[in-house]
Nanobody
């Protein structure tokens, strides 16, 4: 059974950095498409960054140049390095995974069947 556990969230001031981690179990290697999503109160869940089985990355326009997604296959861990954080980045961040081709796009939440519980990121101005 696939399980995803996020960590690394917290509260920082605008301009700061955070690194999120997502520890995966129940599968190994790069056989899964993976992504980071976020959801702010009253808003829909949105895709932030994704990485496919060839380590090709995709980013939402709002985070391009600031966020970097990567994975360590030996540790079965997905990362999201977030720099130059803005108050608008405040949200609950989730990692997601799925072995199938992302039918609804790499940043589409419907493309992913497995989800973690989330980690809160709060950016103060």
């Amino acid at each position: 059974q696939v399980q995803l556990v996020e960590s690394g969230g917290g509260s920082v001031q605008a301009g700061g950095s955070l690194r999120l981690s997502c520890a995966a179990s129940g599968y190994t290697g790069r056989s899964y498409y993976m992504g980071w999503f976020r959801q702010a109160p009253g808003k829909e869940r949105e895709g932030v960054a994704a990485i496919d089985t060839y380590d090709t990355t995709t980013y939402a326009d709002s985070v391009k140049g600031r966020f970097t997604v990567s994975r360590d296959n030996a540790k079965n861990t997905l990362y999201l390095q977030m720099n130059s954080l803005e108050p608008e980045d405040t949200a609950m961040y989730f990692c997601a995974a799925d072995p199938r081709w992302p039918r609804w796009g790499r940043l589409g939440p419907k493309s992913y069947n497995y989800w973690g519980q989330g980690t809160q990121v709060t950016i103060s101005s």
